[in-house]
């Protein structure tokens, strides 16, 4: 409660930095959803609130925007990458890989809150297809015997 | 300090110059996102841990990528009296050991990539030769000569990999901010569009149009506050050139929008950075600052009187916020939705004012081209696409990276000559270009000299750049099925052809892929590839049938094979497949049961194994780790 406390101070803040710029909704859920790991309902109710904009409308841009996520997210973000190249390189393989290996489907989350696995459509590192990226960090030239080592590096 | 005149922007570009040719040992690490990804921080690290630790008389440095991704790490050593040495491939182990050699005065040729004598200064179309005093390492190829290299002409991308994207005084040193003055002080308005339309330049993000009228159309729409966006929201798979250009020389961007926006009279711009892509909005944000406080941005920018600045918007994950009124929507808050053009954004655009929305290649090409003069761009390329292209060179290929060639140049010569052809010797099947919005050239249209019309008459397109070569081991009709499910992904929903449509067309491309279609099914899919074609409002719905349309257009027996033999020519697809092990091949090593997910495979040590065909799911993983080609698939 205390932690949740002090962390609505801080989204006041947040808001406040973005009140009265033109456009500012998205800039806001951006920094919420960075803060949070995702965007909680009664965030998105403040934001709504603070910003004087229709709730309605902060919903469909948290739900159109993929960056964006309602659910609370593992400690570690797996992004997939399934753009072309890491598609014609396999990608597909070692996304099935990492669904064995974490026993999530793509879009989940590990039981342990350890590992949420997701897909994303290129992170520009095609010359080393295929890629994932955990965090901020990438791996390139993939095989799915490679996984295992690198989920023990985050764990 | 704020630049005022044309005598503090040459003392700067003294300063740059010593920064960028000291009088001692300067070592360079690529650090872009795909450098970083290869290891090229941890190399960073130990070159600067090393000199330290041995006391050695270097500055080491860091700049974007040279374009060759394939053989990153790259580091680069500069010393005064040499040539300029390329290492590639470098590791944090091998890293030490090049600076212990260097700090002997010994060079390791054997992780040379390439040498430089001279650099081509574009801007200021000079050639600055080294002083080269020593004639060791001769027998090391010269940068001009390695296949890479050859055939390119470096103009969007002139100084990536060359400076550090961190010091705007080293892009000064390189003819950086020079044009900006004068176009401020002697250039009318009407002069810079009328320059940029004699050029010849097309849009490059993709669909091609014409810079300089976009411009004038912009200039003249009725209004006092005018916007200039540039467009970063590269979305397009296996296309990351815009990214590598923001990463490894921002200036180049702001200063093309700066002088845009005095042609067409705006005083505010924005950048739209896609939300993948975060070093490319921190190196933005760090080179918009630097220029704010140079006065190369900002509020009587070189003493002009000319006032403007630049905002950054990131992106949060849509690719429809390419589409230019899409990417107005989200700046201004709201979903990116498309809207109908006209109105075009030169007259309605951001909040209903005028804008000109260009990509960040068509703006890195601006401060060149009004340099050099519209005649010099316009003598490159082919008669209705002039300049230079930069392409992403990916996929089955064995040089990956960026590529920047004169239009016209053959696909042959993409893959053949500058990407030395396809791995282990496989056989080209296809180049995917224009990304989801393009198709798939077949082999035997490589002699296609690739510019905006002929790509678009081969059933594809320019796109932004994106070249993804495809081997005998991709599935074609599995290609079509990845891209429709990328627009199904990123359909926005508005229109019913593109949000239902796709859809449709998608599981029939399911279905052929699992061998349960039939054959009207294909007339039925190029039946919906028109209506949704037709039918959409804007380019995503509208070009999103493309690569299924090219594929049945050029392999369209690969579709039958799948409908009538319920074969997969090219193995891939999983219902199409089945593995099994050559009992004359397999060694018994026990690596596949090892590995093997679903303890499908049987057998002894050292004895042949077997795969049980109802236990398999087809993951592929035994025909992956097998190093004796024992696991075959029929």
Redesign the interface.
């Known amino acids: 409660m205390v932690n949740k406390m002090k962390r609505k101070v801080d989204l006041e803040k947040v808001i406040n930095k973005y009140k009265g710029e ?6 806001v ?2 920094e919420v959803n960075r803060e949070y790991g995702y965007l909680p309902e009664d965030a998105l109710k403040l934001v709504a609130r603070k910003l004087d904009v229709p709730l309605i ?1 902060v919903y ?2 948290a739900t ?5 996520s309602l659910k609370p997210r593992g400690r570690h973000l797996i992004n997939v990458c ?9 990608g597909n ?1 070692i996304l ?2 990492l669904e ?1 290996e974490l026993d999530v489907k793509t879009g989940e989350t590990t039981k342990d809150l350890k590992f949420s696995l997701e897909t ?10 295929p ?1 994932i990226r955990i965090d ?1 960090d ?3 030239r993939l ?3 490679k996984v295992p080592e690198i989920l023990k590096k985050h764990k | 300090m704020k630049i005022k005149n044309l005598k503090n922007l040459e003392g700067l570009k003294a300063k740059g110059l010593e920064s960028l040719y000291p009088k001692r040992m300067k070592i360079n690490v690529g650090l872009g996102t795909c450098g970083i990804a290869t290891g090229a921080q941890a190399v960073f690290d130990s070159i600067v841990e090393e000199i330290e630790k041995q006391g050695i008389d270097a500055v080491v440095g860091k700049t974007g990528c040279l374009g060759f991704c394939q053989r990153e790490p790259l580091v680069d050593v500069w010393q005064p009296g040499k040539s300029r040495i390329i290492y590639c491939q470098m590791d944090p182990e091998k890293a030490r050991d090049l600076v212990t050699g260097l700090a002997q005065g010994k060079m390791r040729k054997e992780w040379a990539l390439c040498r430089l004598e001279e650099e081509e200064f574009i801007i200021e179309n000079t050639k600055k030769k080294y002083s080269i005093k020593e004639k060791d390492g001769k027998d090391i190829p010269l940068y001009g000569e390695i296949p890479f290299y050859k055939k390119q002409k470096k103009i969007a991308l002139r100084n990536c990999g060359f400076m550090n994207p961190e010091n705007i005084e080293e892009y000064i040193a390189r003819g950086g901010y020079f044009t900006l003055a004068r176009v401020l002080s002697s250039l009318k308005e009407e002069g810079v569009i009328e320059e940029i339309k004699n050029s010849g330049l097309r849009g490059r993000g993709g669909a091609g149009f014409p810079t300089g009228l976009k411009w004038k159309f912009c200039r003249d729409a009725p209004g006092d506050t005018k916007y200039i966006i540039c467009n970063a929201d590269e979305g397009d798979p296996g296309a990351y050139m815009d990214r590598s250009i923001l990463e490894g020389d921002p200036h180049s961007v702001l200063e093309g929008m700066v002088i845009g926006a005095y042609a067409i009279g705006s005083h505010e711009g924005y950048i739209y950075v896609r939300n993948e892509y975060p070093l490319a909005a921190q190196s933005v944000e760090r080179a918009i600052r630097q220029a704010e406080e140079y006065g190369l941005l900002g509020d009587n920018i070189l003493n002009s009187g000319f006032n403007f600045r630049i905002r950054i918007s990131q992106g949060a994950g849509a690719f429809v916020c390419g589409e230019e009124t899409a990417l107005l929507a989200s700046i201004e808050g709201k979903i990116g939705e498309p809207r109908p053009r006209p109105p075009f954004p030169a007259e309605r655009g951001l909040w209903d004012k005028p804008t000109n929305i260009n990509n960040v290649k068509t703006w890195a090409n601006v401060p060149a081209i009004i340099a050099r003069g519209a005649d010099w761009y316009s003598k490159m390329g082919t008669p209705k696409s002039k300049g230079t292209m930069v392409f992403s060179l990916v996929g089955k290929i064995n040089n990956t990276g960026l590529v920047e060639v004169p239009m016209g140049i053959k696909l042959r010569e993409m893959i053949y000559d500058i990407g030395e052809g396809i791995p282990q010797g496989k056989k080209l099947k296809a180049v995917q270009t224009g990304g989801p919005s393009g198709g798939c050239i077949p082999s035997e249209l490589a002699d296609l000299e690739v510019d905006y019309e002929k790509l678009t008459q081969a059933g594809s397109m320019m796109g932004s750049g994106g070249m993804v070569v495809m081997d005998e081991d991709t599935c074609m009709v599995n290609v079509a099925k990845y891209f429709l499910n990328f627009t199904k992904d990123e359909s926005c929903g508005k229109c019913t052809p593109c949000r239902e449509g796709i859809k449709r067309m998608l599981e029939i491309l399911d279905d052929i892929s699992k061998g349960k279609a039939k054959e009207a099914d294909l007339e039925l899919l190029e039946t919906l590839a028109k209506v949704v074609k037709d039918a959409s409002l804007c380019a995503l719905g509208g070009t999103a049938p493309n690569p299924v349309l090219t594929t049945l257009r050029y392999f369209r027996n690969e579709y039958e094979a799948h409908i009538k033999d319920k074969k997969c020519p090219a193995h891939i697809c999983p219902d199409l497949i089945r593995y099994s092990i050559n009992k004359e091949k397999c060694t018994g090593c026990g690596l596949c049961l090892k590995e093997c997910p679903q303890t499908a495979i049987s057998g002894e040590k050292k004895k042949p194994h077997s795969i049980d065909k109802s236990k398999c799911i087809k993951c592929g993983v035994c025909f992956e780790v097998c190093k004796f080609d024992a696991v075959e698939i029929d």
């Open positions: 033109k456009g500012g909704v998205i800039s859920l951006q409308q469909s841009i159109f925007y993929t960056a964006f399934l753009g072309t190249a890491c598609f014609v390189k396999g393989r099935e890989k064995r994303v459509h290129c992170i520009g590192c095609c010359s080393l297809a890629v901020e990438a791996y390139g095989k799915q015997d």
